[in-house]
């Protein structure tokens, strides 16, 4: 486990509440003790507040994360069913409250760590030439390691779904349980698209100047500054995030934490689901370890299936449900034959942007450890930014194919500061090489700086992924498959030269804007600026921002790619459910944390109404 970014920042803040002495690194070893004490009862305290013991359940739910926190709290409604949730993970500490540190976190146990599969010609510039995959393993799934960004989509991506055979998922259709979960307290939003009443938190962060460059620039181009989250989609924001008073609001906070106390509801951590029980086709439990020993919990009514677009699979095909000719291979008997792991959609970025402004505003370790204490007592300040991201925008490039003008093809991500701002942490995350890192970054490093991620929306290129062996404990082979179409390739050099373009509008000039233009490793030979200097570069900084959808595609039975209907139900089986973003049948226009818990609210009811309990 590597945690030398999170030594970095927390041996200095706690540093400074011990006396200056050759103790002080004892000091703060036996704090951290305490602080270990603190999580480790936190983690207890939620999986023992069950009174319930008994090994069947009317719902058993794998997976505490964005979807499968919601659903265990809207089905618990029903005071007489009784609801299993399980998950392999624990519960958050204390410091994964705090947005600036989201980078530290997935360099802790948090993570999963998967690994995707070499690719030939991509991830040049990362360690092994293998590309990271977090995904969070915590009672929250990967909102306790995200970057807390709230973005739902346009609402073309989901009438695109209503379109393809999945009625009830058009965007007013959807809207409502986007509203129904929402906390928001935005400063300025567009009215009809947001409620105040839910339990996600949805705030506005640090605004640094320079942000205020980035706005401006993008009013220079000629885009509006909108709400992203209304039915306008294009244009330049600030970031809506999932913070309650600059302090991160993960799943479990909001949809777990309030009713810790329900009787019917167990939430069992460190608890891994093996495999689904069936009997014929029908799904009726799950069998499950927990602190090494293996248990089955049985299901009177359902399955629900939660563990995210990776473990989801995963667990399906352990359990004979996915590509009859892969499970053969692995001798693990079919149940039904349905390309599960198939069809998978993600988002990458190229993270080689470099702008050097003179500002002292933007993302550095002096800057986080300087204003924790105004974080820590107010919940305001530098740190409630999301690491550094600050806005957003959305674009449609010079070579976008797609005739809709309100349909965006690249998403920019603004951050306050690049990889040379935080003593390499957010480099390690992204598993840049120690030589890559060296010859690219080191000379910034600690400099005022700003760039923006392009983040590909659209993908053109499509992955997939497949057991590496029966055991669940064997991560399994990812394959990204990552700019295969060369559309992919054309939009993400068109939206890099965009980039360019922006940084030298007027705003930004006032901050002696620099463009970082040293030679990416490796692309030297090429004619600097040319577009295959920028093909090279993509293929050796570009990384995923973990957004993987699709490997249990929702879709009629016409489709031969469906893995559950419209009503998340697999194919060829009873009992059981999909609820996660791996249903989502292509990439959106967006993060994944809100319409993971859209799912989870819409499958709530659709749950509910099956059973007669909706109200």
Same mark, same amino acid.
């Given at each position: 486990m590597r945690l030398t970014g999170l030594l970095y920042l927390l041996i200095p803040i706690v540093s400074h509440h011990c006396s200056a002495s050759p103790g002080i690194l004892n000091g703060w070893l036996n704090t951290m003790k305490k602080f270990r004490d603190v999580f480790q009862f936190q983690d207890e305290w939620i999986s023992q507040q069950s009174k319930i013991s008994e090994d069947e359940y009317d719902f058993i739910i794998v997976g505490s994360g964005s979807a499968g926190s919601v659903i265990a709290n809207r089905l618990s409604e029903v005071s007489d069913w009784k609801v299993l949730l399980l998950e392999v993970? !624990?519960?958050?500490?204390?410091?994964t409250s705090v947005p600036a540190l989201a980078p530290v976190f997935q360099l =802790?146990? *948090?993570? /999963?760590? *998967?690994? #995707?599969? *070499?690719?030939?010609?991509?991830?040049?510039? #990362?360690?092994? @030439? @293998?590309? +990271? /995959?977090?995904? $969070? @393993?915590a009672l929250g799934g990967t909102s306790v390691i995200n970057y807390m960004i709230y973005t739902r989509g346009n609402p073309r991506d989901f009438d695109t779904w209503a379109i393809a055979g999945n009625p009830g998922w058009s965007y007013y259709e959807v809207l409502p349980y986007y509203l129904k979960s929402e906390r928001c307290r935005l400063q300025q939003f567009q009215e009809g698209f947001h409620n105040d009443q839910g339990l996600l938190g949805v705030e506005n962060i640090y605004h640094s100047n320079v942000l205020d460059a980035f706005i401006a620039g993008g009013e220079e181009l000629g *885009? &509006?500054?909108v709400d992203y989250n209304s039915d306008r989609q294009i244009g330049f924001s600030r970031i809506q995030a999932n913070v309650i008073k600059g302090r991160r609001n993960s799943v479990a906070k909001a949809f777990l934490h309030p009713i810790r106390d329900r009787p019917n509801l167990r939430i069992l951590t460190s608890a891994l689901a093996t495999k689904i029980i069936f009997a014929g086709n029908k799904a009726v439990g799950v069998e499950y =370890?927990?602190?090494?020993?293996?248990?089955? +919990? !049985? +299901? @009177? !009514?359902?399955?629900?299936?939660? +563990? $995210?677009a990776l473990a989801s699979p995963q667990l399906m095909m352990l359990s004979g449900i996915g590509p009859r000719a892969h499970l053969n291979d692995l001798n693990i008997p079919v149940i039904a034959d349905l390309p599960v792991g198939r069809n998978l959609h993600d988002h990458i970025t190229y993270v080689g942007l470099n702008f050097l402004v003179n500002s002292t505003q933007t993302m550095s370790l002096p800057n986080v450890i300087k204003y924790f204490g105004e974080w820590a007592i107010n919940g305001t300040g530098f740190d409630t930014s999301l690491g550094g991201v600050g806005g957003v925008a959305y %674009? !449609?490039?010079?070579?976008?194919?797609?005739? &809709?003008?309100?349909?965006? &093809?690249m998403e920019l991500l603004y951050v306050d500061g690049c990889l040379g701002s935080d003593a390499k942490i957010t480099a390690e995350t992204m598993r840049i090489s120690e030589d890559s890192y060296n010859r690219y970054w080191r000379k910034i490093e600690g400099k005022p700086c700003w760039t923006i991620f392009p983040m590909l929306v659209h993908p053109k290129s499509i992955g997939y992924m497949e057991l590496r062996s029966r055991n669940p404990t064997d991560h399994p082979k990812f394959y990204g498959n990552y700019l295969s179409d060369e559309r992919d390739l054309r939009t993400m050099i068109a939206a890099i030269r965009? %980039?360019?373009?922006l940084a030298k509008t007027s705003k930004f000039k006032e901050y002696h804007t620099n463009f970082y233009d040293a030679p990416v490793p490796g692309c030297e030979y090429l004619t600097y600026d040319s577009d295959e200097y920028w093909q090279c570069a993509i293929e050796t900084f570009s990384i995923t921002l973990h957004h993987q959808v699709g490997t249990c595609k929702m879709g009629p039975n016409t489709d031969p790619e469906a893995v559950v209907n419209h009503n998340l139900q697999v194919y060829g089986v009873s009992n059981l459910r999909v609820a996660d973003t791996s249903v989502i049948p292509k990439a959106l226009t967006a993060h994944t944390n809100a319409p993971s818990i859209m799912v989870g609210e819409k499958a709530s009811d659709i749950i509910k109404a099956a059973w007669g309990r909706l109200q």
């Open positions: 993970g !624990k519960g958050e500490n204390l410091f =802790t146990h *948090y993570n /999963w760590n *998967y690994l #995707m599969e *070499y690719q030939e010609n991509f991830a040049r510039g #990362m360690e092994g @030439r @293998r590309l +990271a /995959w977090p995904r $969070g @393993r *885009y &509006d500054q =370890t927990h602190n090494f020993l293996k248990f089955e +919990a !049985k +299901a @009177r !009514k359902e399955v629900i299936v939660c +563990a $995210g %674009i !449609k490039t010079e070579v976008d194919e797609n005739p &809709d003008p309100s349909y965006p &093809d965009f %980039i360019l373009t």
